[in-house]
């Protein structure tokens, strides 16, 4: 019946899927997802904390135990043990900064201005 009814399901890795139209809903082990895509879903494992919500193109969220991510048209960050990211501005973003913890980079972009840098401990443009 697809594409009107889509299900799969693979009981050894104990996850299953199921697309009824624009409604779905699906199970991976412990993670449990649900929604109508693309507009809107929710996504949750309660083993490990982590879990997303989204209602497109409003807002965009997830997390977990060492991420946090928050994604709107007007403004954004995430934020993980590796990587920094921010922006703001309407629509089109009138600031970008973002950090790579590991290599110790920064980056900041702001169009209006066209103003760029990037910087590193040793060096700076």
């Known amino acids: 019946m697809f594409p ?3 299900q799969f399901a693979d009981e050894k890795a104990g996850s299953a899927s199921t697309l009824a139209g624009p409604f ?3 199970r991976h082990g412990t993670a449990r997802t649900f929604g109508v895509l693309p ?3 929710h996504s949750s ?3 490990d904390g982590s879990g997303a919500n989204a209602l497109m193109p409003l807002f965009y969220e997830a997390h977990g135990p060492l991420r946090k991510t928050f994604l709107t048209l007007l403004f954004g960050w995430h934020r993980s043990p590796t ?3 921010t922006y703001g501005g309407p629509v089109l973003p009138l600031w970008v900064a973002h950090t790579n913890i590991v290599t110790d980079t920064h980056t900041t972009v702001v169009p209006p201005l066209l103003l760029y840098t ?3 401990p040793d060096s700076r443009l």
Request: proline share 6%; aromatic share 28%; no cysteine.
């Open 118 to 120: 990037r910087g590193r």
């Open 39 to 41: 507009i809107a879903w």
């Open 83 to 85: 990587s920094r990211f």
């Open 45 to 47: 494992d309660p083993a």
């Open 4 to 6: 009107v009814l889509w």
């Open 24 to 26: 779905y809903w699906s």
